[in-house]
């Protein structure tokens, strides 16, 4: 039965290995400092970055950071408690 779990993995693991090694394959070569300093461009335009989706996962990070002790410290209130229920229960 284990041996059986094992394969299963395995074949549901291979063509995901595949997806990434063909990206890899395809994409090594644009992958650049420019990647990552450069906006976006239009679509359609060859070319552009991600600079702007970088700075936006920071700035989220950084105020999930700093809300995050906030709500651990804290008493749990009725609006916190009705919060993670209503988060439950969607």
Known sequence: MLALTYVAAAVATLPL???LFHLLKQGAAFITPAFFTEMPKPVGEPGGGMSNAI??????????SAFG???????????????????LMW
């Open 17 to 19: 290995v595949l997806i």
């Open 55 to 64: 700075v936006g996962t920071l700035i989220l990070v950084g105020v999930a």
């Open 69 to 87: 002790p906030l709500s651990e410290s804290a008493p749990a209130s009725t609006w916190q408690r009705s919060a993670v229920c209503g988060s």
